[in-house]
Structures are given as C-alpha cells and as structure tokens.
C-alpha cells in the first residue's frame, strides 16, 4: 500500500517540523491532510490538542532553604523508600546557600533517555544545576506529582562502582524517594519525568 504523501509540508521554517512531526503520525494512522485540516475548524479538537501539548509543560516555584543542615548530615536524615548504602552526603552537594525562590520543570523522556543525554540537553538550555534541596524540598510540597509517574533529579555527583561511571540521583515514585545511583550512560528502560532547575532568586535575609 502507497504511502499517502502530504502537500502541507512545504517549507515552513521552524513550523515546518512541527506540521510535519504531526502530519506523519496522521498519516500513519490511515490519516489524510483533511484530518490534519479539521484543527482550523474544530475548536473542541484545537483546544484538545492545546492541553495535551502542555501536559508536559508543568512549572512549580517554591522557597527552599539550602542552609538547613540536614541536607548535609549523614547518614542521611530523612524517611527514604530506598537508599543505596555506597551514597555518602558528598555525593550530593549542596549548590547553593540561603533561602531562594525557584521555579523547576517536570520535563518527560520517553525510554531510552540517559543522563548523558538529559546534561546535554539542559545545556543547550542553559538550565541550571539542581541539587537534593531542590528536589527533596519539592517532592515535600508536592507529594501527588510523583504518584502520577517517575520523577527523576540528576542532582548528584559521579561516583565509579565496580569500573562504571555512575551519577547519584533523586528517584522518586508512589512508593517514595529514595536515593540512589545509575550508570551515566546507560538508557532508563521506561519513561520517567526529570526535573530541571528553570530559575533561581536568592532572598532577601
């Protein structure tokens, strides 16, 4: 069976990837320009395809307190679901001091994402580095955000176990956080959220 070629794809500019990531997946559900057409007419779609969109797109601004001492206490003060036994406090310092306004990002991957990738991606972003502060701060106040799917804080330090470079990191799931390792390289073998350090506004004292 031919495949259905489509005449909206002409050059567009950056809109043309857009129409085009689209226009495929229409197609390649039995879909013609006609279907891709109805958003012009449609409101109930057009709004549709608008929340879906920005489902994914979710800020949260919040103070965190980075000179409270138990982020760098060890062991570790906190109720964790899981903790790896080889992480120390060291392996997740502490970037910044006082209290600050931030805003973070719930930014999903699909599977086969790794930290490699997530680091280049935040640079070319220049976002900025996120620590345990952050994260533990945020999951404290926002606790339904990680019953909704796995939230991932690449927040730590590398550390080498058994010859593999590993990262410590923040997971988060229904069941808890925890703190643990990965490999730097390896591909995350399910989807997972990450979050990322948009902002930071230090406060007054």
């Not at 796995?150 to 069941?175: F, M, W």
């Amino acid at each position: 069976m031919a495949r259905y070629k489509s005449e909206l794809l002409s050059a567009m500019g950056s809109g043309f990837e857009i129409l085009k990531a689209i226009t495929d997946a229409v197609i390649e559900r039995g879909g013609t320009d006609d279907d891709v057409r109805r958003v012009l007419k449609d409101k109930h779609l057009k709004n549709a395809i608008a929340e879906i969109l920005v489902a994914d797109q979710k800020f949260f601004t919040f103070i965190v307190d980075f000179d409270d001492p138990k982020w760098k206490e060890f062991p570790f003060n906190g109720n964790y679901a899981g903790l790896n036994v080889n992480l120390k406090a060291e392996h997740f310092p502490v970037r910044y001091s006082g209290k600050a306004e931030v805003t973070v990002e719930l930014v999903r991957h699909d599977e086969g994402y790794s930290f490699e990738q997530h680091f280049a991606a935040i640079k070319k972003e220049n976002a900025l580095k996120i620590d345990r502060a952050i994260s533990e701060t945020f999951h404290a106040l926002f606790p339904d955000e990680r019953k909704k799917g796995r939230i991932v804080s690449p927040c730590g330090n590398k550390l080498e176990i058994d010859g593999n470079q590993n990262l410590a990191y923040v997971l988060a799931t229904h069941n808890g956080v925890s703190l643990y390792f990965y490999w730097i390289d390896l591909r995350w073998h399910e989807s997972h959220q990450f979050l990322v350090l948009r902002s930071i506004k230090p406060l007054s004292a």
